[in-house]
């Protein structure tokens, strides 16, 4: 089955182009079927690659997905025009008293910053307290996966002496877990952030359990016990070429940056990085639509119970 996407959505055109099928609003309001509703906040800069990176992982299942693409109201993008943002996003304000099947908060480059000095910290708890009660299950992706953790039990972030940046193997110490059926004993995935969470923290919080964790990128993949909310560090939605895009800006920019590690062949930016994760981040999401979503959430999304 199709994701139900925005007509016009510049992510159809790239999506079809990977003979990947996408449905427009149009052509959706033919079946007969209830599809899930799944919103994406977007706290990335780089708004129309974050979508299409998304929406290609959500499309690999068999289920119809009706997707809306969320803004904070708080917070102008600088990277995108604002007439995308008017055509295609909604804001918390416009869907508060709307209820969804799965939520996915993605990542911000605001790591550095103290959570409550983020210019969006308020209206970003506003959107984490009302998916409690609103959103059968929710997805959180690095910085959001922090700013979750901190808002949801109080577990700290810290700063890294340098950024974790590159490529990193992890170990699958769940394989029984839903999540991660099918995962290899061991794969790989990006990250790129400032700053981490620690295992020792999340292990005193007996709400949570970790799923996956590198030796070298730290805990990855954490899990509330009730299964409706899930963190992950790192980015599994990267395209192969996304961390040599940060790489190569922050040299531009004449920033110190390391080369991201395990991600260019012999460590030569001038190589082309292959994509090792691809597998991972299918089964990552396609796992969390169908045994955390779709498996889960009422037919009637006004029965939805809050999480607490």
């Known amino acids: 089955m199709p994701i139900k996407i925005p007509s016009g959505l510049p992510a159809a055109e790239v999506l ?12 959706a309001t033919a079946q007969d079927i209830r599809p899930l509703r799944i919103a994406i906040l977007n706290l990335m800069p780089t708004k129309i690659t974050t979508e299409n990176q998304i929406i290609r992982l959500l499309s690999n299942s068999p289920l119809q997905i009706e997707l809306t693409l969320l803004r904070v109201a708080s917070h102008v993008s600088a990277n995108v025009s604002p007439k995308h943002m008017e055509t295609f996003y909604r804001t918390y304000e416009e869907v508060r008293n709307e209820k969804f099947d799965g939520l996915i908060i993605t990542g911000a480059p605001v790591e550095n910053l103290e959570f409550r000095d983020v210019d969006y910290w308020d209206e970003l ?41 590159g490529v990193f193997e992890h170990k699958n110490l769940e394989p029984n877990h839903p999540l991660l059926r099918g995962f290899d004993e061991t794969f790989k995935a990006p990250h790129s952030r400032h700053t981490e969470v620690r295992r020792e923290d999340i292990d005193a919080c007996p709400k949570l359990e970790i ?9 990855y993949i954490i899990a509330s016990r009730k299964r409706r909310l899930f963190y992950v560090t790192g980015h599994s ?21 390391e080369i991201p590690k395990h991600y260019f062949p012999g460590d030569d930016p001038k190589n082309i990085p292959p994509n090792v994760w691809r597998g991972h981040a299918h089964l990552l999401f396609s796992n969390w639509l169908n045994y955390f979503v779709y498996q889960g959430t009422p037919y009637n999304l006004d029965e939805i119970e809050s999480i607490d």
């Open 16 to 27: 079809q182009s990977e003979n990947i099928f996408v449905m427009d609003e149009l052509r």
């Open 237 to 257: 939605e990267y395209d192969n070429t996304t961390l040599a895009a940060e790489y190569f800006r922050d040299v531009n920019r004449g920033l110190d940056i």
């Open 125 to 165: 708890c506003d959107i984490m307290r009302w998916s409690k009660t609103n959103v059968y299950s929710t997805l959180h992706i690095c910085w959001a996966a922090q700013a979750a953790l901190n808002f949801h039990y109080g577990i700290p972030k810290y700063p890294l002496s340098a950024k974790m940046f």
């Open 211 to 219: 799923l996956a964790e590198s030796d070298e990128a730290g805990v």
